[in-house]
């Protein structure tokens, strides 16, 4: 049984974060037909504070089943991929938490904090950027969840955005209007 307080915790971590693709299986499929085991990856780079909070660099990954209308037993996993004879082996995934006890004290306003500082730092480069001569700025790769926040603040300052890449490459380009 999870405890209640994970909730608000789960909620955070799933806005906007189930990609287009996985929406897509989705649609192919009755209301009733469950997906078992979606993995959604928390890179370090989008939720450091995340990090820091567990104090432990392996991998951690979102793990939720869900049908078209509702989303079930989602868990923050640990991903360890051991290495044999120089080859990953199958990953091995194992719960971050307890989640029968209540999550730990500050964990939702780590994930909150962390959340708004990236959109700071984000802000500030397109600030910095309309100051400068060149005509485009490269963000760094992020998952698509920020690049959706920073269509919105190219948007909001009058600027052209469209993303590049694919996979873990993907990235947007903010370009200023001729």
């Given at each position: 049984m999870q405890a209640e307080g994970w909730n608000e915790i789960f909620k955070k971590l799933l806005e906007n974060r189930i990609v287009s693709d996985k929406i897509a299986t989705l649609q192919s499929k009755k209301e009733t037909d469950e997906i078992e085991f979606a993995i959604i990856d928390l890179s370090?780079?989008?939720?450091?504070?995340l990090y820091k909070f567990i104090q432990d660099k392996r991998d951690l990954v979102l793990s939720i089943s869900y049908t078209k209308t509702e989303v079930k037993n989602p868990r923050i996993l640990y991903r360890l991929v051991e290495r044999k004879k120089g080859k990953p082996s199958q990953p091995y995934y194992f719960p971050a938490f307890d989640y029968s006890k209540e999550?730990?004290?500050g964990l939702l306003?780590?994930?909150t904090s962390s959340q708004d500082k990236l959109l700071d730092q984000i802000e500030k480069q397109i600030i910095e950027f309309m100051g400068l001569a060149l005509t485009e700025l490269h963000l760094p790769p992020t998952n698509s969840y920020i690049r959706r926040f920073e269509h919105q603040l190219a948007s909001k300052f009058g600027l052209q955005s469209s993303s590049e890449g694919e996979g873990r490459n993907r990235?947007?380009?903010i370009r200023k209007n001729p």
């Open positions: 370090e780079s989008d939720f450091p504070d999550p730990p004290a306003n780590v994930l990235h947007v380009v």
